[in-house]
């Protein structure tokens, strides 16, 4: 007997892939959430010359600024460090290092403004002659990018829904509900695999991204349907069982469906590259679930369908002689 890469014995190993990874992104996301780099709250950042007056002091300076925020009782939630850039195509020294701090709504302007003075006199006196700017700044990024979130999340929903409702009309029972299991299965997984890997995203981006993970499921699984719609028309898959039938289907439906796939990262990567930061942090990370949609399509989603397409089978023939016996009996009378 063949073995098929495609087979009903094998769709527990895939479900058991899918728990497994499902199970530690819940975990993860208990313990620790998303990783939202936000840019709510406020920020204090502290800037001087890395090359030429504090070129050994960088320790100190933030040294400095974290003992005087302990020392009124606040907390950071986030530092980064911009390495200083050196200029060798002029004469001009351009080694500025930033040290950012975020912190959130909860502390006050008077109290970063009390901050800032501190660190300033401390740093002056320790580091006379030294250029060294600070900054309060107020972020409002997370609040701002919520509400276009929200819209885009809604659009790529009524999007799936319609392309859902296409592949219901458009190629059957079977390849719908194939098609529902699969995108709920693949907006699960991708949010699982967000909180595994880590990789930062705006705070309201989980919700938009799960919707373009939807979207993706489907637009990569009505590929599928398309080449199978295609290829079950041939005379020959009609003396063919269900498992023959969708093995062989997926021999040349694969090409098609990675081809599409590496179409839409083409445009991820472009898009993201090119756009505004804002937007550059939704595209690129669109990658992982379009990974996650093009393995669902072409392993998980065939396997799936094996067994309604089986029924599906069952029923037609049913259908096929008892339509058969109708003619005889008419052609008896």
């Keep these: 007997m063949t073995k098929h890469f495609y087979s009903v014995k094998k769709l527990p190993i895939f479900l058991a892939i899918s728990a497994v990874i499902l199970i530690a992104g819940i975990v993860l996301y208990a313990l620790f959430g998303f990783n939202c780099d936000s840019g709510a709250g ?163 981006a989980p919700l938009l991204v799960a919707a373009a993970a939807a979207v993706i499921s489907l637009l990569l699984w009505m590929v599928q349907c398309m080449k199978m719609r295609e290829t079950f028309k041939d005379p020959a898959f009609r003396t063919m069982d269900a498992e023959e039938a969708v093995n062989e289907c997926c021999k040349s439906s694969c090409k098609t469906v990675l081809y599409v796939t590496a179409a839409l990262a083409v445009v991820f990567i472009v898009v993201g590259a090119v756009a505004a930061p804002g937007v550059r942090t939704f595209f690129l990370p669109l990658l992982l679930p379009l990974a996650v949609s093009a393995y669902s399509s072409l392993v998980l989603g065939p396997t799936l369908y094996l067994p309604m397409k089986k029924l599906d089978d069952r029923s037609n023939a049913k259908k096929g002689r008892y339509v058969g016996k109708k003619k005889a009996e008419k052609a008896e009378e």
């Design 42 to 204: 406020k920020s204090f950042e502290v800037t001087y010359d890395a090359v030429v007056t504090i070129s050994d002091g960088g320790d100190r300076v933030e040294e400095v600024c974290e003992e005087t925020f302990s020392s009124v009782g606040i907390d950071y939630e986030k530092k980064y460090e911009a390495a200083p850039v050196i200029d060798s195509s002029s004469l001009a020294d351009t080694g500025d290092f930033t040290v950012r701090y975020l912190f959130g709504e909860d502390v006050s302007d008077e109290t970063l403004a009390a901050v800032k003075n501190t660190v300033e006199g401390v740093l002056t006196s320790e580091f006379e002659g030294a250029e060294i700017y600070i900054a309060v700044r107020s972020q409002a990024a997370a609040s701002t990018f919520a509400g276009p979130a929200w819209r885009g999340a809604v659009a790529l929903a009524v999007a799936a829904v319609v392309v859902l409702v296409y592949i219901g009309f458009r190629f059957g029972w079977g390849r719908t509900l194939t098609g529902l299991c699969l995108t709920v299965h693949d907006v699960f997984l991708t949010l699982a695999l967000f909180a595994l890997t880590r990789i930062p995203m705006a705070a309201a």
